[in-house]
């Protein structure tokens, strides 16, 4: 790769956009926000919304950078979207970003800091979540503890300290436009299949440790049909679009310890309640009255406890998906927002 490119650090926001008209004009100016002392331009991508997505788009009023508003050219979907937008994009860096999320003014200047090392090929951020509330009629957002978030914060800190993350957050991924990766047609995971494509050309993808903010669906089915709908997509693509990279000599310790691990994520719903069986068991065995101090202590830690109970519930969304995909052949796993089960 071009060591030049490495220096070039002109950035494409690209935020492909579908029905986003209550959250498009505060992502164009939470990005206008941004400080950044390089080129930047922005470019909106609708993929035929609706609603009144475009309208508001160009009513936007104009900021310190450049602003494109183009048309999904491509199949509808995230992937041709995303397609466009890359085709669109000048920069040297393309950071690919949702519309319903938001940066901190400095996440863009602290994220391109790791590309002045020629082998790091993407940066993706990590998840804070974020908590609606209204006082005196004021809407604003209050950061809130996930445990499961925080959980997979620490294991892409961990991956990307060791060599790479196999898992990149679409939310907020940069890459460098000269390695010349798209998004695969067909596949819902569009952000960790960049990443993949990438790790497999030689080149890392990291975290440095920048986080991206990402305010909760306001009804709960939303968020839990969202977090099956990703699970499915990240299923399809590490056990069947990459799954030549599960103990693949030729990525060192990302094939051979990295990536499996990763694979086991999507197991250890079943993993965990083998072991949570595995104690209670034990408990009644020893002692009934143990098991039964132990089952509802559990019960009440997860009833009272909301981080507990949304891991759990994460866990069990996850577990669903996995079964899903594997046991039912009729499963739909859609690019974001229409495309068959299985890559082909």
């Not at 507990?308 to 069990?316: E, I, T, V």
Request: glycine share 8%; net charge neutral; hydrophobic share 40%.
């Amino acid at each position: 790769m071009d060591s030049s490119a490495a220096r070039d650090k002109s950035v494409s926001i690209i935020i492909p956009c579908f029905n986003e008209e209550s959250v498009i004009k505060r992502k164009i100016m939470n990005c206008m926000a941004l400080s950044y002392d390089y080129p930047l331009e922005i470019i909106i991508v609708d993929d035929l919304s609706t609603d009144g997505t475009l309208g508001v788009a160009k009513q936007c009023p104009a900021g310190p950078y450049p602003l494109s508003i183009v048309t999904n050219v491509y199949q509808k979907g995230k992937v041709g979207a995303m397609r466009t937008g890359i085709e669109q994009a000048t920069g040297a860096l393309l950071c690919i970003t949702d519309a319903d999320n938001l940066l901190g003014r400095d996440m863009l200047a602290n994220s391109v800091i790791p590309f002045d090392d020629v082998q790091v090929g993407l940066v993706t951020g990590l998840r804070t979540m974020l908590r609606r509330e209204t006082e005196g009629g004021i809407e604003r957002f209050v950061p809130r503890f996930d445990l499961y978030h925080a959980v997979r914060n620490l294991t892409i800190r961990l991956y990307s300290w060791l060599d790479s993350t196999p898992s990149v957050h679409g939310s907020f991924m940069m890459f460098r436009k000269d390695i010349g990766v798209l998004p695969r047609p067909g596949i819902r995971a569009d952000d960790c299949d960049i990443g993949l494509q990438i790790r497999k050309k030689g080149l890392r993808c990291i975290s440095c440790g920048t986080y991206f903010l990402e305010p909760e669906l306001e009804a709960s089915e939303n968020r839990d049909e969202r977090w099956y709908r990703q699970s499915l997509g990240n299923i399809q693509c590490f056990f069947d679009v990459h799954r030549d990279v599960m103990f693949n000599p030729s990525l060192g310790i990302f094939g051979l310890f990295i990536y499996p691990l990763e694979v086991s994520f999507f197991l250890h719903p079943f993993i965990l309640s083998l072991v949570l069986l595995g104690v209670l068991t034990y408990l009644f065995y020893t002692g009934l009255y143990l098991g039964v101090l132990f089952a509802l202590g559990l019960a009440a830690a997860v009833l009272t406890l909301k981080p507990l109970r949304n891991y759990a519930k994460k866990n069990y969304i996850l577990g669903r998906a996995t079964l899903d995909f594997f046991f039912k052949p009729d499963t739909n796993v859609t690019d974001s927002w229409t495309t068959p089960r299985k890559h082909v």
